[in-house]
């Protein structure tokens, strides 16, 4: 899609991702910030050729004497080639429509704070919280700080704190430590995906009515 | 457009070839011997391409199964992978899309998708609603860098790759062929995580891999 986004995946991270190496959660936000960003998709393309390098390196072994029949006993109905037409565009990545449809998102989203909507995903892995985010047009987060590591990645709209401007695309990485306070853009809500890998503590005096909400709930 | 009519047969060149830019005389087409089998087992289901493609690409599958250090490995998944990627390879050659990646590199992202998928199915009881497959839709656009410029980038990181410094070389065998993340192979080299990133950045460099540091977390 465009190539706008501001913020990317440092190359060690696409280069895991690339050798297939980043765990799950990481690189649903990747495989997202990927669809957005042709930039990277390019650095993905040439990480690849280093992958393909290496494997036409690896050394060969020689196969089973039934491998080439096996194979060749199997050989049917081969797949048409999608006509360019045929491919339906969606506005989400593809690995975040397919877990949408598996977790009936529409019917799953929760109410965080007046402003804020969350959604959880099922990822088969629990060492991060995988959800979508939805932040109303100008609403306020309440301030926050991070225990764990997140991955942010905006899907739609765009939202700001104290640094910057994030928009479609962006792919954020909130270190342990890290305080802020994210705001919904004015015109429009904001939808993001995130991989959280530890509950966030809430640093305003409403802390304590949120933390029940946030807590990290990996189904 | 068909590629394969387009393209010269006698121009067929093994890509043990150090030199193949002077060869390669149009940024139009992709001329390497595997690229224009995999074409034509995608437009022609050619069957005698298929297996030349099989002979060259399944004792590599095979290795390159055997080099992971995964969890979940078993002995027969050398031979395993050898089936499902071979016969994905039939089965999606028509998608193939020589403008955007050789047959190496296309066969090598199948392989890697097919490996991980197979490994988890071993070592995870979780159900997984993803395969690593999903995580590989990319939108299709219009050539994404030109095919010369591809060329250029393969044959930089060939002939550098063999040039890069033990250490450095160590640390992408591990990540690439055995499987592990950054922070094991920093835990299995003794080294600080930022120690084994920083090898990483500086053979990326080497292999002109990476184009900008403009990338930000």
Redesign the interface.
Same mark, same amino acid.
């Given at each position: 899609?465009n190539n706008t986004s501001?913020? &990317?995946? +440092?190359?060690?991270m696409l $280069?895991?991702?690339?050798?297939?190496? $980043?765990?799950?959660a990481p !690189? %649903?936000c990747? !495989?997202a910030h990927? &669809?957005f960003c042709?930039k990277c998709? @390019?650095?993905l393309?040439? /990480? +690849?050729?280093?992958?393909?390098? /290496? =494997?036409?390196?690896?050394?060969? $072994?020689?196969?089973?004497d039934d491998?080439?029949d096996?194979? =060749?006993a #199997? /050989?049917d #109905?081969?797949?048409?080639?999608?006509a360019?037409s045929d491919?339906k565009?969606s506005r989400f990545?593809?690995?975040v429509d397919? $877990?949408m449809k @598996? @977790?009936l998102v529409s019917q799953t989203w929760k109410r965080l704070s007046g402003s804020v909507d969350v959604a959880r995903f099922?990822?088969?892995?629990d060492e991060f919280e995988v959800a979508l985010h939805k932040i109303c047009a100008g609403g306020k987060t309440p301030k926050h700080d991070h225990q764990g590591l997140e991955y942010t990645v905006v899907l739609k709209g765009s939202f700001s704190d104290e640094n910057a401007v994030y928009r479609e695309g962006d792919f /954020? %990485?909130r270190e342990p430590g890290d305080v802020h306070q994210p705001m919904g853009a004015q015109n429009g809500e904001c939808i993001c995906l995130s991989a959280l890998s530890a509950p966030i503590k809430l640093t305003n005096p409403l802390g304590f009515l949120m933390k029940p909400w946030l807590r990290i709930n990996p189904m | 457009m068909s590629l394969v009519t387009s393209l010269p047969t006698n121009q067929a060149i093994p890509r043990t070839n150090g030199d193949r830019v002077a060869v390669f005389k149009s940024a139009e087409k992709r001329s390497d011997q595997w690229s224009q089998l995999l074409i034509s087992v995608g437009e022609n289901r050619d069957r005698q391409a298929f297996a030349q493609l099989f002979r060259h690409f399944g004792p590599l599958l095979k290795g390159f199964a055997h080099a992971s250090r995964n969890e979940g490995w078993f002995p027969g998944l050398g031979d395993d992978l050898v089936q499902e990627v071979m016969i994905k390879v039939w089965n999606k050659a028509a998608g193939y899309n020589a403008e955007k990646a050789s047959a190496t590199t296309w066969i090598y992202t199948v392989a890697r998708n097919c490996r991980i998928d197979m490994l988890r199915r071993k070592s995870n009881t979780q159900h997984l609603p993803l395969e690593n497959e999903d995580f590989w839709h990319e939108p299709d656009e219009e050539t994404p860098i030109s095919l010369l410029q591809q060329k250029r980038s393969e044959d930089k990181v060939q002939s550098s790759l063999a040039q890069l410094p033990k250490e450095q070389d160590e640390i992408l065998r591990k990540v690439y062929l055995e499987g592990k993340s950054h922070a094991e192979a920093s835990a299995e080299l003794g080294l600080p995580l930022g120690t084994v990133k920083s090898r990483v950045r500086l053979a990326l460099q080497k292999m002109q891999v990476i184009v900008s540091t403009e990338s930000q977390e």
């Amino acid at each position: 899609m465009n190539n706008t986004s501001q913020f &990317h995946p +440092d190359e060690t991270m696409l $280069l895991e991702f690339s050798a297939g190496t $980043l765990a799950t959660a990481p !690189s %649903i936000c990747v !495989s997202a910030h990927l &669809h957005f960003c042709s930039k990277c998709r @390019n650095q993905l393309l040439r /990480l +690849d050729q280093v992958g393909a390098q /290496l =494997m036409s390196e690896a050394k060969p $072994l020689e196969l089973e004497d039934d491998a080439f029949d096996a194979v =060749m006993a #199997n /050989l049917d #109905n081969p797949e048409q080639a999608p006509a360019k037409s045929d491919v339906k565009v969606s506005r989400f990545p593809f690995s975040v429509d397919k $877990l949408m449809k @598996n @977790n009936l998102v529409s019917q799953t989203w929760k109410r965080l704070s007046g402003s804020v909507d969350v959604a959880r995903f099922e990822t088969g892995q629990d060492e991060f919280e995988v959800a979508l985010h939805k932040i109303c047009a100008g609403g306020k987060t309440p301030k926050h700080d991070h225990q764990g590591l997140e991955y942010t990645v905006v899907l739609k709209g765009s939202f700001s704190d104290e640094n910057a401007v994030y928009r479609e695309g962006d792919f /954020l %990485i909130r270190e342990p430590g890290d305080v802020h306070q994210p705001m919904g853009a004015q015109n429009g809500e904001c939808i993001c995906l995130s991989a959280l890998s530890a509950p966030i503590k809430l640093t305003n005096p409403l802390g304590f009515l949120m933390k029940p909400w946030l807590r990290i709930n990996p189904m | 457009m068909s590629l394969v009519t387009s393209l010269p047969t006698n121009q067929a060149i093994p890509r043990t070839n150090g030199d193949r830019v002077a060869v390669f005389k149009s940024a139009e087409k992709r001329s390497d011997q595997w690229s224009q089998l995999l074409i034509s087992v995608g437009e022609n289901r050619d069957r005698q391409a298929f297996a030349q493609l099989f002979r060259h690409f399944g004792p590599l599958l095979k290795g390159f199964a055997h080099a992971s250090r995964n969890e979940g490995w078993f002995p027969g998944l050398g031979d395993d992978l050898v089936q499902e990627v071979m016969i994905k390879v039939w089965n999606k050659a028509a998608g193939y899309n020589a403008e955007k990646a050789s047959a190496t590199t296309w066969i090598y992202t199948v392989a890697r998708n097919c490996r991980i998928d197979m490994l988890r199915r071993k070592s995870n009881t979780q159900h997984l609603p993803l395969e690593n497959e999903d995580f590989w839709h990319e939108p299709d656009e219009e050539t994404p860098i030109s095919l010369l410029q591809q060329k250029r980038s393969e044959d930089k990181v060939q002939s550098s790759l063999a040039q890069l410094p033990k250490e450095q070389d160590e640390i992408l065998r591990k990540v690439y062929l055995e499987g592990k993340s950054h922070a094991e192979a920093s835990a299995e080299l003794g080294l600080p995580l930022g120690t084994v990133k920083s090898r990483v950045r500086l053979a990326l460099q080497k292999m002109q891999v990476i184009v900008s540091t403009e990338s930000q977390e």
